[in-house]
């Protein structure tokens, strides 16, 4: 493959320099393989797609590729959440034990829903050792999480519950519908709107999922936001459960549901899912929730130094909201970024904006900065 066919798909003539950047990419900034798409008032404006599936660069990235998108998935399974909220079968404010009355232990019986979406329940991680399979068994981690203290004061700092997250909130979704998340995912939202996302990856999948390829990162966890303390907050998030970079590699972990870390996609059914969220709720003739629960989505929960990532981040109902530290184009914009992969939704300008990638590193570089660039300056100059 030559850098003149390295990137394919659909890109209009006025936004060239988006694919420009995109190419730069690979013909610059090493990356290796990778989706960048952009959907606008439901439809998807801009497609593509480049590079590798493997680190021996002998199996093209395609267009139906998949990859591992981290905690990219978080967006989804909130997604499942609020749709919940809008059936009112959900309710935000309503203590988590209401629903899952064993959660009420050590503390947490004042916990609410809202305090988990928002990552303030002071749960943000376990004071059980977990061993690496230890991550497939759900019964297992809900049952440590019932028994689990909080770290904090419920509601008055926050902290990423970057493994937590996806089974308190995945477990609701279980409670409530009687459906696993993964399974409620599918049915609810990816088929009723051809979205090919999934949260747990079915073994006929794997010949067209792409491997992740890690440069630079050192031992178990995931570097990042580790400090120097090792009774940290942020170190006890990110050093349990431990996990070797091989165990991505697997099947075990791709067939697990993990709803905070292993949703499969690319970048066309991120900004797919996104031009559901950005279209207040309706695609292509379907609504799955209201515009109201969006925008209320959006609403400050919290503002910040985060106890786990140790920067400042303002929370909404599941995701990030825009800030001085990380401008977003619109009042009502949130995001989640995944490793070097990243989802980017505006209800005010109806788009959507997302980045897949199959490198891993722990440099500071992000890649999808070039294109999501490109794309702000084509809008200004229009």
Request: charged share 20%.
């Amino acid at each position: 493959m030559t850098d003149m066919d390295l990137v394919h798909g659909t890109c209009g003539k006025e936004f060239v320099t988006v694919k420009t950047a995109f190419e730069n990419n690979f013909t610059q900034g090493g990356e290796l393989g990778a989706s960048f798409a952009f959907s606008l008032n439901g439809e998807i404006i801009i497609d593509l797609w480049g590079g590798y599936r493997d680190a021996a660069r002998t199996k093209p990235w395609e267009k139906n590729t998949l990859c591992l998108v981290h905690s990219v998935t978080k967006i989804a399974t909130a997604l499942c959440a609020h749709i919940l909220v809008d059936r009112e079968q959900l309710d935000i404010d309503a203590p988590v034990c209401r629903y899952w009355p064993e959660f009420a232990q050590a503390g947490k019986e004042k916990i609410t829903v809202r305090q988990v979406m928002s990552h303030t329940s002071g749960v943000a991680g376990f004071d059980e050792p977990l061993a690496p399979e230890d991550i497939y068994n759900w019964e297992y981690i809900t049952g440590l999480l019932e028994k689990q203290a909080p770290w904090w004061e419920p509601g008055t700092q926050c902290g990423y519950h970057g493994f937590t997250f996806g089974h308190i909130i995945g477990e609701l979704i279980r409670l409530v519908t009687g459906k696993t998340p993964g399974t409620f995912f599918r049915e609810e939202v990816a088929e009723p709107l051809d979205i090919d996302f999934h949260i747990g990856l079915a073994a006929e999948e794997d010949d067209r999922t792409s491997d992740q390829i890690f440069s630079g990162m050192p031992g178990p966890g995931v570097p990042g936001y580790k400090s120097d303390d090792p009774d940290s907050i942020s170190d006890r998030v990110q050093s349990n459960p431990s996990q070797t970079f091989d165990i991505f590699q697997t099947r075990a972990f791709r067939a697990a549901e993990i709803p905070a870390q292993n949703g499969y996609g690319n970048a066309r059914s991120l900004a797919r899912m996104g031009a559901l969220m950005a279209c207040g709720g309706e695609l292509d003739g379907i609504r799955l929730l209201s515009a109201e629960i969006l925008y209320k989505a959006t609403e400050e929960q919290f503002y910040g130094e985060d106890l786990v990532l140790r920067v400042p981040v303002r929370w909404g109902l599941g995701w990030g909201l825009g800030s001085k530290e990380i401008p977003l184009p619109g009042e009502h914009s949130f995001f989640w970024p995944g490793s070097k992969s990243i989802m980017v939704v505006d209800l005010d300008h109806r788009f959507c904006m997302a980045y897949v990638t199959n490198r891993v590193t722990t440099d500071a570089g992000q890649p999808y900065m070039g294109p999501f660039m490109a794309l702000s300056n084509c809008f200004q100059q229009s």
